[in-house]
């Protein structure tokens, strides 16, 4: 019997991870307890979403049951935020007595995503197709090296051919460094399926970059955070991406040293849905009203097109804030009708392999009848 492969994740994950909601929650507050007294130091960012109410709810549980000192709060408002979500910083801050900062950042989303570009399906393709767009490698290579008889050898002369572009070419042909065929990791444009054919049949007329996010969140983080001892994050293995494999800094992603020498606590990473929910109940949680009133299941950066849901989100967002939703269009429109336009061709295409499977094994079987 074959064995199945497991990530480090999976196998070195805590003992609690198994444990039902009451039990695994009552592990996660002592977790929390335990790093609040040898770094009380420490800093948390609050986004206003659901998974940042369930964190401050288990943080202040911890704190003032052992009396704690308090810690800092951290609201990174983007530019393109909902009322809903700036009105329920300041009801969260309110019910626990705790000061919630807003900062902003020096460049904002619309002058960002207006100078570097806006996403694109996620952020590894964002910056994978941002590089391609920089670099101008033409999209033929990933066809020399699929044909390439010794692929290390043609992956070395399209290293002397392109220099300084590694990671635009193995990006475009699924590889790595060595030549070694890798198409089945999150790193290269097959990743999203046909996405290599959509982008050679209909090229993106508009800049794509993530890097909207690095300016109106990562970099104005990194600055406020440097002077805490302790990070604290609300990241979850169930949302998936690059959120659900491992760190060089920390397998488990609960707990580890960052290369700053500072110490990241991730106290959610192992909660699931259903444990979110049994807590929201249990301890009566009310959301934003993003979630209790829109409908949305998400947020994040309001409108981001790397959500598979940002236009159906915004039409619910549109009958209570209209003008966050004509901003939205106004920044990522394009992305949206680009998103929509790959969509459709992934369709057209599926469609296409599977007549042609259903074709092939109507004839084998025809010719077994015969």
């Known amino acids: 019997m074959k064995e199945t492969y497991k990530s480090r994740v999976y196998t070195d994950r ?61 609201f990174f408002n983007t530019g393109l935020e909902m009322k809903a979500t700036r009105d329920h910083v300041k009801a969260t801050a309110k019910k626990y007595g705790v000061e919630i900062e807003e900062v902003r950042p020096k460049v904002n989303i619309v002058t960002a995503a207006r100078t570097y570009g806006i996403p694109f399906v996620s952020k590894i393709m964002s910056g994978g197709l941002s590089d391609w767009q920089k670099k101008g490698i033409p999209l033929s290579i990933a066809d020399e090296y699929n044909d390439a008889e010794n692929k290390p050898t043609k992956r070395e002369e399209l290293r002397n051919r392109y220099p300084k572009c590694e990671s635009v070419i193995n990006f ?45 969140k990562k970099q104005i983080a990194h600055k406020i955070q440097k002077t805490y001892d302790m990070i604290i994050t609300g990241e979850r293995r169930a949302e998936g991406g690059m959120r659900s494999v491992p760190r ?26 259903s444990d979110k929910a049994w807590y929201k109940d249990y301890y009566n949680i009310r959301y934003s009203d993003a979630y209790e009133v829109y409908g949305l299941t998400r947020t994040g950066c309001c409108g981001c097109p790397i959500s598979y849901k940002a236009v159906k989100d915004l039409e619910k967002i549109r009958p209570y804030e209209p003008n966050v939703v004509k901003a939205a269009w106004n920044i990522f429109g394009k992305s949206y009708e680009y998103r929509a336009k790959y969509n459709a061709y992934k369709e057209a295409r599926r469609m296409e392999d599977h007549r042609k499977i259903l074709k092939h094994q109507l004839s084998l079987f025809a010719q077994e009848v015969v």
């Open 14 to 74: 805590p003992s609690y991870t198994d444990f039902d909601p009451p039990h695994k929650f009552q592990a996660i507050i002592s977790i929390v307890e335990k790093r609040l007294m040898e770094h009380p130091n420490a800093i948390c960012s609050y986004s206003g979403g659901a998974d940042s109410d369930i964190m401050i709810d288990v943080i202040e549980r911890a704190r003032t049951g052992l009396n704690l000192p308090p810690i800092k709060y951290v």
């Open 172 to 216: 475009l042909c699924c590889c790595n460094s060595a030549g070694e065929p890798r198409p089945n990791i999150q790193l290269v444009i097959n990743s999203s399926k046909y996405m290599l054919d959509f982008i050679s049949e209909y090229p993106p007329d508009f800049q794509i970059s993530a890097k909207c996010c690095d300016y109106c």
């Open 248 to 273: 060089k800094d920390n397998t488990t992603l609960c707990f580890g040293e960052t290369s700053s020498g500072q110490y990241r606590l991730r106290p959610l990473y192992y909660v699931t849905d």
